[in-house]
């Protein structure tokens, strides 16, 4: 499997995600080699700020047009950014099998969480975790992201003092 590939075009949405002033995350999803939904943050800026519209979740949206012709468990899912909680949640129901990220979430990342100590709908679902792909492509995004002063997510959280300490 070639990684480095697909966490390429996850970052090119990161890319476009931080010039449009959002948080530097992007997200594709691949079927047997081939990337068949993609998404970047939105809405961690201006007045619409939520924690919904993460780039795993608005790949998520994108793939539920897709879900009933093809077998999930051959679906990858490519993300600058460690999941969290959320967006593990709901990649695992998906039937997702295989996360590959490329920066650890120091503050909310959700991959080392014990799946096994959770309800069966969690825990039988098997998934393959494959971190720091093109980790240091991610990380200076997320560096110039926390170095603008004019960005206020998660300004001075715990992410930022360990990214921008990097």
């Not at 959700?110 to 975790?129: E, F, Q, V, W």
């Not at 560096?143 to 997510?153: L, W």
Request: glycine fraction near 6%; charged fraction near 25%.
């Amino acid at each position: 499997m070639d990684y480095e590939f697909y966490m390429k075009a996850a970052l090119k949405l990161a890319r476009k995600a931080l010039d449009a002033g959002e948080f530097p995350v992007g997200c594709v999803i691949t079927y047997r080699g081939k990337i068949i939904a993609s998404g970047d943050r939105k809405n961690s800026k201006g007045d619409m700020k939520n924690e919904i519209d993460h780039a795993e979740m608005v790949a998520l949206m994108r793939l539920t047009k897709k879900l009933q012709k093809i077998d999930a468990h051959h679906l990858t899912l490519y993300c600058t950014m460690e999941p969290c909680l959320m967006c593990l949640g709901a990649i695992i129901l998906s039937g997702i099998r295989e996360i590959v990220f490329a920066y650890e979430d120091v503050m909310g990342g959700g991959t080392n969480c014990n799946l096994a100590k959770l309800k069966p709908l969690y825990r039988d679902n098997y998934i393959s975790i494959v971190p720091n792909i093109l980790r240091e492509e991610s990380l200076m995004l997320f560096k110039t992201y926390f170095a603008d002063q004019a960005n206020d997510y998660w300004k001075g959280s715990l992410l930022a003092q360990y990214t921008l300490s990097r």
